[in-house]
C-alpha cells in the first residue's frame, strides 16, 4: 500500500470541479448516460452513494455508499484499519439556511461538494479512534449505528464568510449530509437495544488544520 501523506489534513472541492479534474488515484469514465468514477481502493475510502447531476448519473465504482454495514468482528477491524489509513471522501450538500418557521425538509441544495479528510494524519487519527472506541462497546454482542460527522471540521476550513453565489444573491449555505453511518449487524437474538432503536451513536471529526 502506498503510504499516505501525514501533512495533508482535509480538502473540500466542488463536484463538478472533482469529477472535471479529479485528484490523485481517481479516474472519470463517461458511459452512455452516466460518469463511472474508479478510485484506487489502496489509497482512499469512498462514501459516496449513486447520485444525479445536471450532467447525468454519477457512480463510484469502489463506494458501499454512504452507509457502510459491517456483520462481524473481522469486517469491523478491517474498516477501522481503513479508516485510519486512507484518505476519506464524503459528499455533502450545501443548502439555503433556513429558520424552524419555514423550514422545508424538500429545500434544495445550492451545490454539492466533496469533502476528503486524511483518515491517518495524527490529530484526525486520534479524534477517529476516540470517537470509535467511546461508541462502540462490544462489536460481538451488540448490533449499532454510528454516524462519524464531519460538520466540525467541514464548518471551520470553509469559514464563516463562504457564500454562494445564486440567483444573484450571494447566500450562506447549511451544511448536510455531513457524515457517514456504520452499521453493525451482530447475530444477537435478542438485541433489544438496537430494535427499539436505542444503539444510535454519533461522534464528530472536529480538527481541519487551521
Given amino acids: 500500500m502506498e503510504k499516505n501523506n501525514n501533512s495533508f489534513v482535509m480538502d473540500v472541492i466542488e463536484v463538478e470541479k472533482f469529477l472535471g479534474n479529479p485528484p490523485h488515484g481517481f479516474n472519470v469514465e463517461h458511459r452512455s448516460g452516466y460518469r463511472l468514477v474508479k478510485?484506487?481502493?489502496?489509497?482512499?475510502?469512498?462514501?459516496?452513494d449513486e447520485f444525479q447531476s445536471s450532467k447525468g448519473k454519477v457512480i463510484f465504482s469502489q463506494s458501499p455508499g454512504r452507509k457502510?454495514?459491517?456483520?462481524?468482528?473481522?469486517?469491523?477491524?478491517?474498516?477501522?484499519?481503513?479508516?485510519?489509513?486512507?484518505?476519506?471522501?464524503?459528499?455533502?450538500?450545501?443548502?439555503?439556511?433556513?429558520?424552524?418557521?419555514?423550514?422545508?425538509?424538500?429545500?434544495?441544495?445550492?451545490?454539492?461538494?466533496?469533502?476528503?479528510?486524511?483518515?491517518?494524519?495524527?490529530?484526525?487519527?486520534?479524534?477517529?479512534?476516540?470517537?470509535?472506541?467511546?461508541?462502540?462497546?462490544?462489536v460481538a454482542g451488540e448490533s449499532y449505528t454510528v454516524n462519524v460527522d464531519i460538520r466540525n471540521a467541514l464548518q471551520t476550513w470553509i469559514g464563516d464568510n463562504f457564500r454562494i453565489l445564486t440567483d444573484g444573491e450571494k447566500v450562506k449555505p447549511t451544511w448536510k449530509n455531513t457524515h457517514f453511518t456504520i452499521n453493525y449487524h451482530s447475530d444477537a437474538l435478542f438485541d433489544f437495544p438496537y430494535w427499539f432503536g436505542f444503539s444510535k451513536r454519533d461522534f464528530k471529526i472536529s480538527y481541519c488544520g487551521k
Fill in 68 to 138: 457502510i454495514t459491517v456483520r462481524n468482528l473481522g469486517e469491523y477491524t478491517n474498516l477501522r484499519n481503513q479508516l485510519l489509513a486512507k484518505k476519506i471522501y464524503v459528499m455533502v450538500s450545501a443548502c439555503a439556511n433556513t429558520n424552524a418557521k419555514t423550514h422545508n425538509k424538500n429545500n434544495p441544495a445550492l451545490g454539492f461538494y466533496v469533502v476528503v479528510i486524511n483518515g491517518c494524519h495524527p490529530m484526525i487519527r486520534w479524534e477517529m479512534e476516540k470517537g470509535l472506541n467511546s461508541t462502540i462497546s462490544s
Fill in 39 to 48: 478510485s484506487d481502493p489502496s489509497q482512499s475510502c469512498v462514501f459516496i
